[in-house]
């Protein structure tokens, strides 16, 4: 029996649900749950939620890079000068012809004169091309830095959801709504941490954010952070007398504490809070 499956309820089918959405079975607990499945309604339910947030959760550390990036690449390489490699372009006896004869100690060299240099004709139209080429480098350069900033985020919180997903205790839940609508959690208690997704709620108009709430008994609501659309939210400090995590819309940059109803809830009892 996997790790998982001997930290979760000593081998309890309906407690392998969440191993089982993120493929984390030996073929032999595989199997046994999957036969399980058949007649269990309720954990067919939960597998299929858990299989979505954990989908979900996959696509939210993917950082494709820009579609115009190969392209500007290309461009920017063909417009660029490309220096021959040293011998390469030219035979050693041709260089020879090509030097000056005072090199060679034949001739003295050449004494230094000045002469008028005329100003080329095109030089205003020289220096606006170079000029339009600084800019579009720079664009490059910002667009560029950008994408890297968007990969480093990503991968940060890949590496936080992996933290979380590797607790001894880690245990999932979730909930939907009759129109589809659902929050997932999948939380550890000894970390005090949790992965948090909604899905179905898209974004509130009028620059409104989703904001999400620690609720305790006799204790106002904390600030857990805001959603950016589906991207999964990493939940921090999580009391363990937490009861329930709760989602208000709140205005631009959030609340300091909740404006509104909350539009969804759920109880943390199952994941190890409020115990």
């Known amino acids: 029996m996997s790790i998982l499956g001997r930290l979760l309820r000593h ?3 309906h407690s392998l649900a969440a191993p089982y959405a993120l493929d984390a079975l030996e ?3 595989r199997r046994r749950y999957e036969k399980h499945l058949r007649d269990c309604e309720h954990c067919g339910a939960e ?3 858990l299989a979505e947030d954990a989908v979900r959760l996959a ?3 993917a950082a494709p890079a820009p579609a115009a990036l190969r ?3 290309l461009a920017a390489v063909r417009a660029t000068p490309q220096d021959p490699a040293p011998g390469a372009a030219m035979p050693g006896a ?3 012809r090509r030097l000056p004869p005072h090199v060679w100690g034949t001739q003295p060299p050449p004494g230094r004169t000045r002469t008028p240099r005329t100003r080329p004709l095109f030089v205003p139209l ?3 091309t170079a000029a339009a080429a600084l800019v579009v480098a720079s664009l490059f350069g910002v667009q560029a830095h950008r994408a890297q900033d968007r990969l480093d985020a990503a991968q940060m919180r890949a590496r936080e959801i992996a933290h979380v997903l590797a607790a001894p205790d880690v245990r999932a839940t979730s909930s939907k709504d009759d129109r589809g609508r659902g929050i997932g959690v999948i939380a550890s208690a000894s970390e005090q941490e949790a992965v948090v997704t909604l899905s179905g709620y898209g974004t509130p108009s009028g620059g409104r954010v989703h904001q999400l709430w620690q609720m305790r008994p ?3 609501p904390r600030s857990l952070g805001l959603f950016a659309g589906d991207t999964p939210l990493i939940a921090r400090g999580l009391e363990t007398s937490s009861t329930s995590l709760a989602v208000t819309v709140e205005p631009d940059g959030g609340s300091a504490q909740p404006t509104g109803q909350p539009i969804v809830q759920l109880t943390l009892k199952s994941v190890g809070f409020g115990e």
């Open 94 to 96: 041709e260089r020879a």
């Open 59 to 61: 696509w939210s550390t």
């Open 11 to 13: 081998g309890d089918p």
């Open 126 to 128: 020289a220096t606006a």
């Open 27 to 29: 073929p032999g607990e």
């Open 47 to 49: 597998t299929r939620a």
């Open 71 to 73: 392209d500007r690449v």
């Open 218 to 220: 006799h204790a106002q």
